[in-house]
């Protein structure tokens, strides 16, 4: 296992557990049988509807929950002060915990930055007031970065974006470095191009030779390269799965170790294509998603 250590301070497990698009009915599963191969970081969303059920999960699995990191996203239409304090109790709710490890903005709105600087206000008080360990945010690009910078006083210890070999953002991970701010790779292995509605017509990154090559030679599969790829280059990633081989799979990637040349072939596969959403493009169906209750 490989722990980072936030702005704040605070550790984070830098390989952890995603849930998008993680039905209900197997989340619960999904999160015991990772936390059972080693896993000790969960990612879920108010928006994918499985809070409750990555809650079951890691009270089913008998490991203490100071023992989990847990991370969620306050969802768009959560966007406002008093509206994002209230996102955590939501959240805190159906994960059943007191405080979170780390709560973030799930994407900037455009359409409503005021309203997203507001939401990080909540962020600013819910981490003084001790409900969460740290904050930060997701899908942010560089200037929407440094208006949020020059108008709140807490530095963002995370920012999720979409990083995998064929998309790998590298403005922004410069961005983010600079501020001292963690990027933490969403759809790690790509993953998102079979997801419906997503990258359709794009191309497998599995399925890329290069990487195919590199697995074959450390007789990995394309997925143990990628997620390597990411934690020798300092980032967090959070791999989906629920097949319990390939959770397993996923977090078998602490006995071998890429050389700088297998990471400049890696790296030079970027295409500069983005798979999944424009984080500047306001997508005004999806914001309008209400969050249930606890
Ligand atoms: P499944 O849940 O059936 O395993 P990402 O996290 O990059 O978005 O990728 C998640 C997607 O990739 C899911 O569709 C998941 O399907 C699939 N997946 C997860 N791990 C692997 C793996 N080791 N090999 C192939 N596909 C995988």
Redesign the pocket.
Known sequence: MITLTLNNNVELPALGF?V???APEVTTQAVESALSVGYRHIDTAAIYGNEREVGEGIRRSGIPRDDVFIETKVWVSDYGYDEALHAFDKAAGKLGVEQLDLLILHQPATDRFEKTIAAYKALETLLADGKVRAIGVSNFMPHHLERLLGETSVVPAVNQIEV?PYFTQPEVQKADAEHGILTQA???????T??PGFGDERRNV?DDPTLQRVAAEHGK????VMLRWHLQQGRSA??????PE??A??FDVFDFELSAEDIARIDALDTGVRNGPDPDTPRPERFAIVIPEA
């Open positions: 995603g998008f698009q993680s995998h969403w759809s790690p292995i790509g993953g998102i079979f997801y599995m599969t394309a997925a143990q959070i791999p989906k799965s629920t097949n390939r959770i799979q996923n």
